[in-house]
T-cell receptor, first 111, second 112 residues
Framework: DAKTTQPPSMDCAEGRAANLPCNHSTISGNEYVYWYRQIHSQGPQYIIH???NNETNEMASLIITEDRKSSTLILPHATLRDTAVYYCIVRSNFGNEKLTFGTGTRLTIIP | NAGVTQTPKFRVLKTGQSMTLLCAQDMNHEYMYWYRQDPGMGLRLIHYSVGEGTTAKGEVPDGYNVSRLKKQNFLLGLESAAPSQTSVYFC???????????FGPGTRLTVT
């Protein structure tokens, strides 16, 4: 699976959009981009995933660049409950089962 | 619908003791996984199962055994606990390999 690079930490004001970047320059054609988050010491929570088109669900939007080398997770109206560590994961839906969590981005929502 | 549950939530073991962690899911998922998370690190896959009666090794399987006798349950065993196994253990399940994984709340294990 391709490696990802994320900033270690970010702050965002409550009510504003939080934009979390992820670099995955070695992504291959059959690899998806997944986003999970982990709030304090809870189990990770799935947010969204995509292959090449932009995706939106009730939690967030995922914007993937045309060359697929980077993506941005957007939380449209951040709340204090969105404070968490956000993990960007690149994974093929074939092959080994490993879901490789890096160190992620610690997002802090400021009141 | 409880999702993924884990038992126990906390446990302290002495070196050499054994224990079993239980994971249960009520979503009829085929795939189940055991991960460990050490301080400041991401999750690492220990073992996984692609269906009832199957198990396979993940990234860090040494010192652990697993069993999946029933589709809804996935057990993680430590036969002889070591301090290096002090960690938070997360179980997860997914409908298929391609679908998102749902995680349990975790078990905090300390081995002294």
């Amino acid at each position: 699976d391709a490696k990802t690079t994320q900033p270690p930490s970010m702050d965002c004001a409550e009510g504003r959009a939080a934009n979390l970047p992820c670099n995955h320059s070695t992504i291959s054609g059959n690899e998806y981009v997944y986003w999970y988050r982990q709030i304090h010491s809870q189990g990770p929570q799935y947010i969204i995933h995509g292959l090449k088109n932009n995706e939106t669900n009730e939690m967030a939007s995922l914007i993937i660049t045309e060359d697929r080398k980077s993506s941005t997770l957007i939380l449209p109206h951040a709340t204090l409950r969105d404070t968490a560590v956000y993990y960007c994961i690149v994974r093929s839906n074939f092959g080994n089962e490993k879901l490789t969590f890096g160190t992620g981005t610690r997002l802090t929502i400021i009141p | 619908n409880a999702g993924v549950t884990q038992t126990p939530k906390f446990r302290v073991l002495k070196t050499g003791q054994s224990m079993t962690l239980l994971c249960a899911q009520d979503m009829n998922h085929e795939y189940m996984y055991w991960y460990r998370q050490d301080p400041g690190m991401g999750l690492r896959l220990i073992h996984y199962s692609v269906g009832e009666g199957t198990t396979a090794k993940g990234e860090v399987p040494d010192g652990y055994n697993v069993s999946r006798l029933k589709k809804q349950n996935f057990l993680l065993g430590l036969e002889s606990a070591a301090p290096s196994q002090t960690s938070v253990y997360f179980c997860a399940s997914s409908y298929t390999r391609a679908r998102e994984q749902y995680f349990g709340p975790g078990t905090r294990l300390t081995v002294t």
